[in-house]
């Protein structure tokens, strides 16, 4: 979409702690997931290996692991002779992720209105207030955050452990949808609209839950992708056409 890439500088990112023992190729995967998933590197950004080393102070290898890992989530790109970069969804990756997501996200929320407690929700009503403030700054960047944050909290109550993994998955992949395609503010729910979900939670009301995450993934997709991968097919008649006129006019 023509943005300008971030450069690499993790120096902030890296705490003496988190980077010393055992851990450590942990701690790598740890920093460089959150520098995606948080968007400090944009989609497109060049991750290689000689600089990622040297940031982090290890081999060229345990960089490779980490970066093959995070291609097998789909967040890294890596091809041959090209190196790594920040993945790019398409849009049609963009918009089987929002698909998964509804399927996913609406068939849970049975088991979130069985299961949720007071202290669950409340949980939430923190993580609401956060967006709100976030919002109130015009801090994009953590507004996308706590946005899927509420998302994965909210399918957490349901205890079931693999749906939430697979749906943290997919809301990672989503964050990057919206740094490559979405303007500003796209893509982060109002706070407003999770309350509503909380209220017929609270309710017990599973089919309107259901209708409202429905029509909720719907709307946030729609201020996302907004424009189609390729390009129309040419008229060729059209422009043969007009060559041929331009060429009888000028002979």
């Keep these: 979409m023509g943005k300008k890439r971030t450069s690499i500088d993790l120096g902030a990112m890296q705490g003496e702690d988190a980077m010393s023992g ?9 920093n460089l997931y959150a520098a995606i998933v948080e968007n400090h590197l944009e989609p497109g950004t060049k991750l290689p290996e000689d ?7 290890v081999s060229r290898t345990s960089i490779r692991k980490v970066l093959q890992r995070l291609s097998y989530e789909r967040l890294v790109d890596i091809r041959l002779n090209r190196g790594a970069t920040v993945a790019q969804p398409t849009v049609k990756e963009a918009r089987d992720i929002f698909a998964a997501r509804r399927i996913v996200e609406c068939g849970v929320l049975a088991q979130v209105v069985a299961k949720a407690t007071p202290a669950g929700l409340d949980v939430l009503r923190t993580i609401i207030r956060r967006e709100h403030e976030a919002e109130a700054r015009g801090d994009r960047r953590e507004s996308i955050y706590l946005s899927g944050e509420f998302h994965v909290v909210l399918a957490r109550l349901s205890e ?13 992949r989503s964050s990057l949808v919206i740094a490559t395609y979405g303007a500003p503010m796209a893509g982060s729910c109002r706070h407003s609209e999770h309350e509503a979900v909380l209220d017929l939670i609270a309710a017990g009301d599973v089919e309107g839950a259901r209708a409202w995450m429905e029509r909720h993934l719907k709307d946030i997709e729609r201020t996302v992708v907004l424009v189609e991968e390729e390009p129309a097919e040419p008229d060729l008649r059209k422009i043969l056409d007009e060559v041929a006129r331009r060429h009888r006019g000028g002979g």
């Design 22 to 30: 055992g851990g450590r190729d942990e701690a790598i995967y740890g």
């Design 51 to 57: 600089t990622l080393a040297e940031a982090f102070g």
């Design 160 to 172: 079931n452990e693999t749906i939430v993994e697979f749906l943290a998955g997919l809301v990672s």
